[in-house]
């Protein structure tokens, strides 16, 4: 009982700091508004929905308090007992934590100076309107209330077989909505999953239509980075090196279409296409040439080398040494933008389009590495480097295959990002880049072409949909980082294997991979 | 011509002198054991052959070849091929990818149920067990797993590092009884044991290693008869 105890307080520890954390960057008020307009409730604040606010709270409040229910599902007295400790800590931390701003407020300081979203309405909108006693209260008890009310709900549901056919309905829509039953069915029929690919490219081919420029802009960003994401699910999900330096395969990317297409600070205009081709190429024989040296460490050796390497780049890029080559801390400007049969395509649409394209060459070739032998020989090295090597895989030769291709992508992703702003400078090859390709992976899931394009779009979408985010973007990463972990250390949408390893009631039975059984007829 | 000769090799880690020039050869079709105590250079020994680390003197010969600075990843393909020590499982695949991947160095796919049906039939527990992952095998059936996935190789020399080690009596009964099944279809083998016992019972030959020396060759016979051996590694008095 008391680990059970302590499990559901720790549960409610972890959603009463989420909860302050989204107050902190003003989160709450853009899902309060969106649930105040869908469900047509009143407000009596001005800055935000508070109606809304309320049903918010409700809501999280319900999933923790079901969360909560899952210690012990039997007896209804546990479910109980679990749903108030949940409730009690997660109420008293934000009633606290309201209490606090509240008072603060109160007291004339100005948090706005420290905390953007923290201003006058903002804290009015926190307590609903109301005085500070009333609010901090309202908040515990909506808490406490509606944590019990989740934790009975979902013992009453799932546990108690008199639910009949409210139960049975119940357990439809949740069989339904829980995204590995989709995994399932999809394995189950191979046909349905051929058409929900083409559902999907179709949809994603139409998208650019239908999407202003800002949106096709912002989207390809997000395709720009689906691409890297790609290139390092190969270098650390398939091959298992920790590569902290991948911006620098951008930057040789971008730098390479900038100077031979810009007319500064080297004269040589040449077209697109090429210098395209001549771009990916370069980067890959820096994958390469990176490569020769490094590869022979391991681990976190490998990690610190590459971060270096990163850093290397962009310090040579920004040098005044380098900057009649380079263009210094001003970067390359008017880089030439592709055409085709003498129309120009250089805007979002195309753009977006063309960045498709690549994303679709990347899937193809990642999926075709990952049933060849080169996949396979990948997998063994990750499991086992000395291993590998007696089954008589030559395990320099695939890390640089591995490392040539990650760069490849990398630099395809700097071409089109540098060809799509006209411009690339120092600041647009930051350690930032490669943190930010390497979260999208963690987010999204290692291994899983799937589970990329969900990271990146989580990573870089995201705040694009939530401008507020913004300035606590290096935050909001941090704390999506420690919330997966804990919650979901696999990934959003992971590998089968990956699931498999970080869940012990996976790891009887894993189905045979596809591409095997048929070989083996 | 032996099928593999190993001639004086010094093997260093850093300054340490770990092989102070050990010689022995294995003919075609033989079972040889390397016995001896901890740190005598039994590992060292299979490992230099095998490529992974080189010897700062001395060579290699494996069917006429010399193949002292050959890669290890390239012995696959002349047709030797490593049980490693700890038994060196890919834990997190299944027993079925193991296996797949212990015929990596196969060119022609054609083999491959032919194979698999050969070591299923040795071991049967693995065929059981093919979509289980490795890592949550028993002991002794990763024993198993590590050995059939050397054969998927198709060696002609089979090098196996202390195949007994962690593993119950009665177990290890059992994974010497198939190296002699295996070494009857045609795998030479060398055997790398601290248990001197059993290895010595199912050896043609055996040499006795002793701080990076070989102290004693003989037949398998002899050396069980041996005094000195008896009393060191055999625990009769």
Known sequence: MRDQLKASARSGLIFGVVIIFLMLFGLTKTLSDILGELFNLQSITRTGNSGGLMLLFALLAWWAGSRAAKEDKENWKAVLRNGAVSGLVIGSITALFTFLVGSLDGADIEMRTYLAQLDRPSVQFLLYGRSIIAGALMTFFIFLIFNLVGALASYILETRHAGGYLQKKYLQIKDRISGTSIVVRYKEHPQSKWIGYGILLAGTLLMPQFLGKYWNYAMGTVGIYVIMGLGLNIVVGLAGLLDLGYVAFFAIGAYTVGLLTAPAPIPIQWSFWPVLVISILLAAFAGILLGIPVLRMRGDYLAIVTLGFGEIIRVLIRSDMMSPYLGGPQGVRDIGGPSLFGISLSNERAYLYLIILGILLAILLTNFLQKSRVGRAWMAMREDETVAQAMGINTLYYKLMAFATGAAFAGFGGVLFAARNQYTGPADHTLMVSINVLSLLIVGGMGSIPGVMIGAFVLKGLPEVLRELDIYRLLVFGALLVIMMIIRPEGIWPAPRRRMELHESGLEEIPPDESLIGEEG | ?237
């Open chain 2, 1 to 237: 011509m032996a099928m593999l000769e190993v001639k004086d090799i010094h093997t260093y880690y850093g300054n340490i002198h770990a092989l102070k020039g050990i010689s022995l050869t294995v003919e075609e079709n033989e079972i040889v054991t390397l016995i001896g105590g901890n740190g005598a250079g039994k590992t060292t020994t299979l490992r230099t052959i095998s490529g992974l680390i080189h010897p700062r003197s001395g060579e290699v010969f494996f069917e006429g070849e010399k193949i002292t600075e050959t890669p290890a990843h390239e012995l696959v393909y002349k047709g030797i091929t490593m049980v490693p020590e700890g038994r060196g499982i890919f834990a997190r695949l299944t027993v079925f990818e193991n296996l797949d991947m212990g015929a990596y160095s196969q060119p022609d796919r054609s083999n491959f149920n032919d194979d698999l049906e050969r070591v299923f039939q040795l071991f049967p527990r693995l065929k059981e067990r093919r979509s289980q992952v490795a890592g949550t095998l028993s002991g002794g059936e990763q024993q198993m797993l590590a050995t059939a996935r050397a054969l998927m190789a198709r060696p002609r020399l089979m090098l196996m590092d202390e195949p007994s080690m962690g593993l119950a009596p009665i177990l290890v009964e059992s994974v010497f009884e198939t190296i002699v099944e295996i070494n009857k279809s045609g795998t030479t083998i060398l055997l790398v044991e601290q248990n001197a016992m059993v290895a010595l019972s199912v050896a043609d030959r055996g040499y006795v290693l002793q701080t990076g020396e070989i102290v004693l060759r003989d037949t398998a016979e002899n050396l069980r008869q041996n005094e000195m051996v008896q009393k060191a590694y055999l625990g009769i008095e």
